[in-house]
């Protein structure tokens, strides 16, 4: 069975982050998203060590929700990266990196995701952005590992980075890096700018055993149904592959952060027992 997720913001993230869903306090929120039908929730932390992360947990157990992931994706929009230019910034990002890794295996989350969150190769003189990064993959990967968390790399499209846009590029990263804690991310938003198939990317991540997460937005970043994208197409290939994993709303918040939270788990289960 596909199991689905909302991306929504934890208590300590001040800005309205565009695509994070559900409307209320965090509480309410979980509410409403046991109430339409989700499975889990993927959280959005920029400052963990604001957060009691045992109280988190039981409030998602009294709901029935899985923690699907954490995502560091309200960092960048938090000023923090890990490739930032200014070492002060990218010290604080990379620190954050780690709480997010403990705040995952707090509240029982399987996964950490690393998207805008890297940063841009050209904030980093003399091309050593990605050598950088590499290393800080690495090391969080390990630590991830001692606390049963594991990474994952999200490709985006070329207006939002300056590496890593296709699946292929991440795989090979991760390739070349061997660190088994390392997978991928893959958002049907950022496949339909910077890929020549839908699906071929999700089969060839399948294929290499490294996809762990997925985030769902149509074309337009609508809810699925709203645009393009062949979902069913989608969810047929992780359907017949096992897919293990969530496919996770990240979009936005439109019409408002309620329905679009409704929108997707309402279209989405459809097409998952019709795959
Ligand atoms: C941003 O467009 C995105 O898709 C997030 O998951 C990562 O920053
Ligand atoms: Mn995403």
Known sequence: MIKLSLAIQTPEVEPLLPVALLSGTFEEKLQKAAGCGAEGVELMSTNPSQLDAEKIRRQLKQ?????AAVSSG????AGLTLLHAD?????????RLNLLIEFAARVGAPLVTVGGFRGRLASLPGGQGEEILAQILNQAAD????????LVIEPLNRYETDFIRTAE???ALISRLGNPSLGLLLDTFHVNIEERSWTEPFERALAAGKLWHVHL????RLPPGCGLIDFRAIAAVLSA???QGFLSAELLAQPDP?????????YMKGLSYAA
């Open 217 to 220: 937005g149509d074309n337009n």
């Open 87 to 95: 070492p002060l910034r990218a010290s604080q990002a990379r620190s």
């Open 169 to 171: 590029q991440g795989l």
């Open 258 to 266: 309620d329905q679009a939270a409704r929108l997707t788990i309402q």
């Open 241 to 243: 592959r096992g897919y």
């Open 74 to 77: 309200g960092m960048a929009a």
């Open 143 to 150: 630590l991830g590992a001692r606390q049963g968390v594991r």
């Open 63 to 67: 709901h029935g929700l899985e923690a």
